[in-house]
């Protein structure tokens, strides 16, 4: 079992910066791919970022391509999502997920989920 909890999220102006943090406990935290999607009311949830258990490996949605950054710190069990240039649209609930598999990961399909995250950027 694997428990997540996402930090991090506020009211920041367009052009402006957060970083969100996924923090697990439980089971080894490196051994697992995390990814983070985000959902806005009224609309369809997004795959957002994801990162490989190795760290090597990362992917980005096109709508958050050189804007934002996904890193992880094994030794303190957390995920981070820099988010950098910050716009309106951007303004959504945001999910952290862990899993095993890397593809499911990146559907957004992990097998743990936190609780959420509220970001809202103003212009």
């Known amino acids: 079992q694997v428990q997540l909890v996402e930090s991090g999220g506020g009211l920041v102006q367009a052009g402006g910066s957060l970083r969100l943090s996924c923090a697990a406990s439980?089971?080894?935290?490196?051994?697992?791919?995390v990814g983070w999607c985000r959902q806005a009311p009224g609309k369809e949830r997004e795959f957002v970022a994801g990162?490989?258990?190795?760290?090597?490996?990362?992917d980005y949605d096109d709508s958050v391509k050189g804007r934002f950054t996904i890193s992880r710190d094994d030794a303190k069990n957390t995920v981070f999502l820099q988010m950098n240039s910050l716009k309106p649209e951007d303004t959504a609930v945001y999910y952290c997920?862990?899993?095993?598999?890397?593809?499911?990961?990146?559907?957004?399909?992990?097998?743990?989920w936190g609780q959420g995250t509220q970001v809202t950027v103003s212009s």
């Open positions: 997920n862990a899993g095993t598999n890397w593809g499911m990961v990146l559907l957004g399909g992990g097998d743990y």
């Open positions: 439980g089971r080894t935290f490196s051994n697992y791919a």
């Open positions: 990162i490989k258990w190795s760290g090597t490996s990362t």
